[in-house]
């Protein structure tokens, strides 16, 4: 079993900024990707970015510039670094991980999410 524990979220005014941070523990062979989601009331969960094991990202067409998907190898841990925030990107945020496992076998994972308010 694989855990996701997420923080960082909260409220800032547009034009602010937040980093939210997710680690994973637990049984981990292989750490192949990590991302983050998002997900307003009443929508489909969306990609927000996303990193694989060779440390390549992917970003959705509305954060780029704006936000920055890193990560800590040694500590099974992703950043996301938001900034210029508008009042759109409120959601919750949730933090996804492929791990594979001792035999091989893929599983996905996600964090309890974590809320993301910007207003002014």
């Known amino acids: 079993q694989v855990q996701l524990v997420e923080s960082g979220g909260g409220s800032v005014q547009p034009g602010g900024s937040l980093r939210l941070s997710c680690a994973a523990s637990?049984?981990?062979?292989?750490?192949?990707?990590m991302a983050w989601y998002r997900q307003t009331p009443g929508k489909q969960r969306e990609l927000v970015a996303g990193?694989?094991?060779?440390?390549?990202?992917n970003y959705a067409n509305f954060v780029k510039g704006r936000f920055t998907i890193s990560r800590d190898s040694a500590k099974n841990t992703v950043y996301l670094q938001m900034s210029s925030l508008r009042p759109e990107d409120t959601a919750v945020y949730y933090c996804?991980?492929?791990?594979?496992?001792?035999?091989?076998?893929?599983?996905?994972?996600w964090g309890q999410g974590t809320q993301v308010t910007i207003s002014s």
């Open positions: 990193i694989i094991r060779s440390g390549t990202p």
């Open positions: 637990g049984s981990i062979s292989r750490l192949l990707s």
């Open positions: 996804k991980a492929v791990v594979q496992n001792a035999l091989g076998s893929e599983f996905q994972y």
